[in-house]
């Protein structure tokens, strides 16, 4: 595993709960009370680690899959092996509190498309960026380009009424 994907979280955190279909342990963790917010990213992760598992025909490498939300992230989103952190904006939803301000789209869902497209990028690095990566930084393009791809795959596979395509650019 290459050093930049080792990470430790300590803090007291509620967690969302669930199992992909071969197994692996699915949380989202977050800010105590706001469990029920990661239910979105949670089922959105499960799906895509299943689809993932069936499109790459490598299984997804760990027993299990964190993903934390952090408050005030700098980076909207990392890859860490096994324990993905995302800004809380990116990874937590209640359709009915979330500010106005952090919907950033026209409509609602565009925003909930974005949160299962930043998930399912991040879920990608499991395979391209963690399992496999790239020589050196000047390869970052093929790593994240990738990524960015095929999360918009597993998006219109979970969600094909949303058309992401004609939004792929």
Same mark, same amino acid.
């Given at each position: 595993?290459? #050093?930049?994907?080792?990470?430790? &979280?300590?803090?007291?955190?509620?967690?969302? $709960? +669930?199992? #992909?279909?071969?197994? &692996?342990?699915?949380r989202v963790y977050c800010q105590v009370g706001k469990s029920s917010?990661? *239910?979105?990213?949670?089922?959105?992760?499960?799906? #895509?680690?299943?689809?993932?598992? !069936?499109?790459?025909?490598?299984?997804?490498?760990?027993?299990?899959?964190?993903? /934390?939300? &952090?408050?005030?992230?700098?980076?909207?989103?990392? $890859?860490?092996?096994?324990? %993905? !952190?995302?800004?809380? !904006?990116?990874?937590?939803?209640?359709?009915?509190?979330? +500010? =106005?301000?952090? *919907?950033?789209?026209?409509?609602?869902?565009?925003? &909930?498309?974005?949160? #299962? %497209?930043?998930?399912?990028?991040?879920?990608?690095?499991? @395979?391209? =960026?963690?399992? /496999?990566?790239? $020589?050196?930084w000047t390869h970052l393009w093929l790593n994240e380009g990738f990524a960015t791809w095929v999360s918009y795959l597993a998006a219109d596979?979970?969600?094909?009424? @949303? *058309?992401? @395509? !004609?939004?792929?650019?």
């Open positions: 595993m290459s #050093t930049y994907l080792v990470a430790l &979280i300590i803090g007291l955190f509620d967690y969302v $709960e +669930a199992s #992909t279909s071969d197994g &692996i342990k699915v917010q990661g *239910k979105f990213a949670l089922d959105v992760a499960v799906k #895509t680690l299943d689809l993932y598992k !069936t499109y790459f025909a490598v299984p997804y490498s760990l027993p299990k899959l964190d993903m /934390v939300a &952090i408050p005030d992230f700098a980076a909207g989103a990392m $890859e860490n092996y096994g324990l %993905v !952190t995302y800004r809380e !904006t990116a990874l937590l939803f209640d359709d009915r509190h979330s +500010a =106005g301000s952090n *919907k950033q789209r026209v409509d609602s869902m565009h925003f &909930i498309n974005s949160y #299962t %497209v930043v998930v399912a990028h991040e879920l990608a690095h499991q @395979w391209f =960026g963690n399992l /496999v990566t790239m $020589e050196w596979s979970l969600f094909p009424e @949303w *058309k992401v @395509w !004609t939004q792929f650019s």
